[in-house]
């Protein structure tokens, strides 16, 4: 399942993909994997990521009911 909400939110940082990498310590092509949904990231590289993004858990990674 892709992840859209990162791409979104990173976009409004005006962030490419290599700089929220760099934010969080992660290589460009993790942070394409996890937006494209190939890449399951650990609970500490999404606390890592929702931080960069100002935003929590639930608004990036929470699947909403369907």
Do not use: H
């Not at 490419?16 to 996890?34: C, D, F, N, P, Y």
């Not at 650990?42 to 929470?62: M, P, R």
């Amino acid at each position: 399942m892709k992840n859209k909400r990162i791409k979104i939110a990173r976009v409004e940082y005006d962030l490419s993909q290599e700089q929220l990498a760099k934010a969080v310590g992660v290589s460009r092509q993790t942070i394409g994997m996890i937006e494209s949904g190939n890449y399951n990231p650990s609970l500490n590289l999404c606390i890592a990521i929702c931080k960069a993004l100002n935003k929590t858990l639930n608004d990036l990674f929470w699947e909403e009911p369907s």
